[in-house]
T-cell receptor, first 116, second 115 residues
Framework: GAVVSQHPSRVICKSGTSVKIECRSL??????MFWYRQFPKQSLMLMAT?????????EQGVEKDKFLINHASLTLSTLTVTSAHPEDSSFYIC????????????FGPGTRLTVL | AQSVTQLGSHVSVSEGALVLLRCNYS??????LFWYVQYPNQGLQLLLK??????LVKGINGFEAEFKKSETSFHLTKPSAHMSDAAEYFC?????????????FGSGTRLSIRP
């Protein structure tokens, strides 16, 4: 099946710094990518939807200036957590939709962010 | 608007017993329905999905689910639980008919398997 990778898988940073997470579709072109956040023992909450070459659409309550999303190519989307704080510590998961088919999203393995 | 309700945040069954994880959905349009499994510190793996056609859907690892429109349900079952089935399971709904549509996840059910 289709593969989506995320890098890094785990990151620890100091409060106030910015962290970039990459999401790549390895064997298909992803016209749409999604970013989710998951707190411990909770479900996935959609943060934003990004379409290649256009601005991301953020869900209500998600600060677009804090969580910068760039979808510059059909195989890469990045999420930058700016001026990270301990409350941003979470598991971030991306998913990608194959441009040839709209009925399936492929999920990345997730990135564990810990802000000290 | 679409939503998903998973009944039971934690289900525990004995190895070899029937697994039943409940999911009810709400959707104003014909839904696409999914079950995903998540192992600790990992992403989501698709178990099965319903889009159109046959209402009984078979997935990986012996799991299956039945779409029942009259009950707005999409319960996940497996005849005989295995220790390796212990994980978090998420039911999800979407209207994936356009590139703007999203997948909405339920709150998840943690499945434990007793030896």
């Amino acid at each position: 099946g289709a593969v989506v990778s995320q890098h890094p898988s785990r990151v620890i940073c100091k409060s106030g710094t910015s962290v970039k997470i990459e999401c790549r579709s390895l064997d298909f072109q992803a016209t749409t990518m999604f970013w989710y956040r998951q707190f411990p023992k909770q479900s996935l909450m959609l943060m934003a939807t990004s379409n290649e070459g256009s601005k991301a659409t953020y869900e209500q309550g998600v600060e677009k200036d804090k969580f910068l999303i760039n979808h510059a190519s059909l195989t890469l989307s990045t999420l930058t957590v700016t001026s990270a704080h301990p409350e941003d510590s979470s598991f971030y998961i991306c998913s990608a939709r194959d441009g040839r088919s709209t009925d399936t999203q492929y999920f990345g393995p997730g990135t564990r962010l810990t802000v000290l | 608007a679409q939503s998903v309700t998973q009944l039971g945040s934690h289900v525990s069954v004995s190895e070899g017993a029937l697994v039943l994880l409940r999911c009810n959905y709400s959707s104003s349009v014909p839904p696409y329905l999914f079950w995903y499994v998540q192992y600790p510190n990992q992403g989501l793996q698709l178990l099965l999905k319903y889009t159109t056609g046959a209402t009984l859907v078979k997935g990986i690892n012996g799991f299956e689910a039945e779409f029942k429109k009259s009950e707005t349900s999409f319960h996940l079952t497996k005849p005989s639980a295995h220790m390796s089935d212990a994980a978090e399971y998420f039911c999800a709904v979407s209207d994936l008919r356009s590139s703007a549509s999203k997948i909405i996840f339920g709150s998840g059910t943690r499945l434990s398997i007793r030896p």
